[in-house]
């Protein structure tokens, strides 16, 4: 694993079992996270992006599994490890921040219970010193009056703050990598930018690397410092922010970039991708996108295109793409 990288993963094959049939859902995914390095992955729903996390997180459902690949999280393989050592990896050398906070804090506990909860498990303290560090971590991410707020509910408390309250538990185990699952999705546009502003301050004081899940382009360009883009379980296009927002190669990637309404345009129209995102038990020969691609050639309706190195950083698996381009 070269040096400066968090997470690396390599050649990532994983399937789910329907009626005793299997699908893979993820093939050949290949990509890698650095330290103070936000990579966003991006693309509609079904692509993808969530399976990876479950799979780095090792939370597949039971009908799901890792086929092959490797996931290398500060050197070391995670699937290699049994379940015991993934227990004690999860939480203090990574941690989710989820959609939804309300769904992953314990309605019925306070704020100040599952905080100290997670510091005296991950950082072994004792529960005055938890206390003091939950005040100190609630301060971090901008939440006004810690003391009374850890005696509240998370019912009390509003979307935005709540997912500070999230992110301050997934920060106290000061984890090497933070995965984030469209995070801000829930909230409005005022609340999603402080929530952006911060995790792109915490990422930078705890030198960590974030994993960004979003199929907003909106937030990727406001907090991405590579891009990932997905599509049905295949990686179609890497790069920097600027390489893939500048000069997108991937059919796909410039529909998506199509797709985003020019809103400082005095006149502009919505230009969706054609077609419909295949199902799961769809057999699609050739590039999973060639269905929906306006500009395919013979060689999409046979076999699936080699990922391209178009200049330094710059990834495409498309057969129109030459390393000329």
């Given amino acids: ?4 990288k968090v997470l690396e993963i390599k050649n990532l094959h994983a399937s789910f079992s329907i009626q005793k049939k299997d699908y893979e859902v993820l093939h050949d995914i290949s990509f890698d996270v650095k330290r103070n390095e936000t990579v966003c992955v991006v693309g ?15 939370l597949l459902p039971n009908n ?6 490797s996931i290398i999280l500060d050197g070391e393989d995670l699937t290699k490890m049994d ?20 769904t992953a804090l314990n309605p019925l506990l306070t704020i100040g219970f599952q905080l100290r ?17 939950a005040v100190e971590y609630l301060q971090k991410v901008g939440i006004a009056n810690p ?20 992110i301050a538990m997934v920060l106290s185990a000061q984890p090497s990598l933070l995965i984030a699952d469209e995070p801000t999705t829930a909230l409005d546009v005022t609340i999603q930018k402080q929530v952006l502003t911060l995790l792109n301050d915490l990422k930078k004081d705890m030198n960590a690397g974030i994993m960004f899940i979003t199929h907003d382009l909106g ?7 590579r891009i990932v883009v997905l599509y049905a379980g295949r990686k179609v296009e890497e790069g920097t922010t600027e390489q893939i927002f500048r000069n997108p190669k991937h059919p796909y990637t410039i529909g998506l970039m199509n797709a985003v309404p020019n809103v400082d345009a005095d006149e502009y129209e919505f230009a969706p991708i054609q077609g419909t995102f295949p199902n799961i038990t769809e057999d699609i020969k050739g590039c999973r996108f060639n269905p929906r691609c306006t500009k395919c050639i013979g060689k999409c309706f046979e076999e699936a295109p080699e990922t391209i190195e178009v200049e330094p950083g710059h990834l495409v698996a498309c057969h129109l793409i030459t390393k000329e381009d």
């Fill in 1 to 4: 694993m070269e040096e400066g």
């Fill in 44 to 58: 509609e729903s079904g692509c993808g992006k969530s399976v990876t996390t479950l799979c780095v997180m090792q």
């Fill in 64 to 69: 799901g599994k890792i086929n092959s690949g």
């Fill in 83 to 102: 379940k015991k050592e993934i227990v004690k990896v999860r939480g203090k050398k990574m941690g989710m921040i989820f959609q939804e906070p309300m």
């Fill in 117 to 133: 909860e997670s510091l005296m498990l991950h950082r072994g303290v004792d529960k005055k010193k938890a206390n003091e560090m």
């Fill in 147 to 166: 003391e009374s707020r850890l005696k509240q509910y998370p019912f009390q408390l509003s979307g935005g703050l709540r997912q500070r309250v999230l």
């Fill in 219 to 225: 937030v990727v360009a406001e907090i991405a410092d």
